[in-house]
């Protein structure tokens, strides 16, 4: 042992400190590569005009804080989970509830529908991940077919059928390899428990929501954080987030009720979605990109849709190619 002349205490001493000079090291490396910001890159891009996005239903019957929804990929179906211990699945179009599956535990704070939209996935305070087959015989008794396929000990706070990022109560963003089960990368740049992660569409880059009150945006080519979505006026947490279709959009919900919407490229915020009368505990926008669900301890949750500036849709695909031998630049597949 190389510090077999030290004392216990001694050695942890010695490995936090160079433990936190190979930090430091690593972080002078990155900002050598930090040549440009994103929202400078993004001055000559033009400028967001005025959204147009209104709420078209609102689907009530939870007894209690809705805590997550997500949305099937036939753009009609959602899925939403609440404090009453029940999992909804929901027809958006004729606000229907297809199928009602109450659970044995309080606070369901995850849902997920499975790219099939054959099956759900749900867990919370039972420390379980449970997945639940659907089937076209709405009086089916679907809690009898429930599988716990993963249990954890403490609660579930997010769940999905194919995703490889993580958020988590210690400020950090993990990405894994789920072939090797290691951490590929971390970022750390949160001051407060993070609630929500997101990838962005190409699946280059994600973003964040935290209690911090702030998103941010990473790049995981350029490996470390290149945009943050704050304003003095926020001080309330972020408790979700999602992309528009072609990533121009961050919808982020907030603990002070309201979602906000950011400009990724700019940095500035484009408008604010008011209407719930509770926390925003998720937003998700539909798979064609034409809608946006957001889930709300008021015990409801709404659709809006008509994206649109004027009489045109926003921003179809634009390609970000953020880094391109260790530089920032932009590269625009298709006019806005």
Sequence with gaps: MACQGLQKGETLESLKRESETLKKKLEEERNKLNDVELHQVAEKVEVLSALSIKTRRVLKGHGNKVLCMDWCKDKRRMVSSSQDGKVIVWDAFTLNKEHGVPLPCTWVLACAYAPSGCAIACGGLDNKCSVIPLSLDKNENLAAKKKSVAMHTNYVSGCSFTNSDMQGCDMKANVWDMRSGQNIQSFESHESDINCVKYYPSGDAFASASDDATCRFYDLRADREVAVYQKDSIIFGASTCDFSL?????????????????????????????????????????????????????????????????????????KLLFWVNSRLVLEFTVAF
């Design 246 to 318: 072609s990533g121009r959009l961050l919808f982020a919900g907030y603990n002070d009720y309201t979602i906000n919407v950011w400009d990724v490229l700019k940095g500035t915020r484009a408008t604010i979605l008011f209407g719930h009368e509770n926390r925003v505990s998720r937003v998700r926008v539909s798979p064609d990109g034409t809608a946006l669900g957001s889930a709300s301890w008021d015990s409801t949750l709404r659709v809006s849709w008509s994206f649109s500036t004027g009489s045109n849709y926003i921003f179809r695909f634009i």
